[in-house]
């Protein structure tokens, strides 16, 4: 019989646990019973002023229907502070100690927040308000997907970040992303000891194509097995801003 795997989910920007589920619908199918996916809201609940304007349609259509739209950190007045993640890190560590994931999947400002996420677990003592009676919350992720992730530049980050980190990821990258460019997505690749990089000829978004819905999805269910790449003819990996809009 064949485990399951259990998969954390991050949503982006203005979404939320709902509407990001919605929009992975077609992969969870894919998926079946073979993953579970276990979608989080982000703590900080944005206000109208907090929101990027004009919205996309796709996350207009979002905001109307839950008339709620969320975040994992926003920003100070200098854009040099991720405002809330120290309190999204408290959040996540009473998430993370109450059940195992295997692994974390991200999307955009999610993305960032699960690359954090999979550096920390590594080196949980870097910061030590992460820290349940002096040890980790959750052993550190199996794997990381992160789908038009960026580097953060915030303290804390760069503290988590250190000068690597070595949990197996896989680097979703859209060539025409215009929200998050491929060279900031590349340069969070760039500290990624164990990366694996794909791109698609879209934008900012998860790739739902067929062949990328199986990639996927196979990926999910195996990490570490070889999944031949959906994005050439080879079968093999690739090795290892545009928009004002801040993330």
């Keep these: 019989m064949a485990v399951r795997t259990t998969v954390l989910v991050l949503h982006g920007y203005t979404q939320s646990a709902t509407t990001f589920s919605k929009r992975l619908g077609a992969l969870r199918r894919e998926c079946g019973k073979d993953v579970e996916f276990v979608f989080v809201d982000g703590p900080i609940i944005l206000q109208p002023a907090d929101l990027p304007m004009p919205l996309n349609a796709l996350d207009a259509a979002d905001t109307a229907e839950t008339n709620e739209a969320r975040a ?3 920003w100070d007045s200098s854009k040099t502070e991720a405002r809330g993640l120290p309190e999204t890190l408290q959040v996540m560590r009473d998430i993370l100690k109450s059940r195992h994931f295997d692994g974390v999947l991200g999307f955009s400002q999610g993305a960032t927040f699960a690359a954090i996420l999979a550096a920390l677990l590594e080196r949980p003592e870097v910061y030590p308000p992460f ?7 959750h052993p550190p992720f199996k794997f990381a997907v992160v789908v038009s992730g960026f580097k953060l530049a915030d303290p804390i980050a760069d503290t988590i970040y250190g000068t ?8 979703v990258i859209g060539r025409n992303d215009v929200v998050v460019s491929e060279e900031r997505s590349r340069l969070l690749a760039s500290i990624s000891t164990n990366a694996r990089i794909e791109e698609h000829d879209g934008g900012h978004f998860v ?4 062949n990328w819905r199986k990639f996927l999805a196979a990926y999910l269910k195996n990490p570490t ?3 031949a790449s959906p994005s050439n003819t080879s079968g093999t990996a690739t090795p290892v801003d545009t928009q004002t809009m801040k993330l």
């Design 72 to 74: 994992w950190w926003n």
């Design 131 to 137: 820290l349940v009676d002096g040890q980790a919350p």
């Design 164 to 171: 690597s980190f070595s949990t197996p990821t896989l680097h």
């Design 207 to 210: 790739p739902s194509k067929g």
């Design 225 to 227: 097995g070889n999944v």
